[in-house]
């Protein structure tokens, strides 16, 4: 039973590595949440992808359920109905489009 003897003096004696918070936030503080919640009844279709467009970044990346505020099951079905529409070519699999007769010799 020594060695918890041991660690209980070790934890008491943290300094300033960050053991005690004291009148510090030190947490976790999300960003980019102005985005309204989404109604609890919204159902994803994938024939709509001007819908399914607000989901989906710029690169053309399915935007995770913390920033669009959705629920697991939400983020599960808009997930399916976002590769439903990218197999019947609805919505772009990504945006970068590289022509590579500027790129030259760069082909791989």
């Known amino acids: 039973m020594a060695f ?3 660690d209980n003096k070790d934890r008491s004696d943290r300094g300033d590595r960050g053991g005690d918070r004291g009148d510090r936030d030190g947490g976790f503080k999300p960003r980019g949440r102005s985005r309204a919640r989404p109604a609890v009844d919204l159902t994803f279709d994938y024939k709509d992808p001007d819908t399914l467009r607000q989901f989906i970044t710029e690169h053309g990346r399915i935007i995770p359920s913390r920033v669009s505020r959705l629920s ?19 919505l772009p699999v990504g945006t970068k489009h590289f022509n590579y007769e500027e790129m030259g010799s760069r082909r791989g």
């Open 4 to 6: 918890r003897d041991r």
């Open 72 to 90: 697991a099951k939400q983020q599960r079905d808009l997930k399916t109905q976002i590769k439903r529409a990218r197999m019947l070519a609805l």
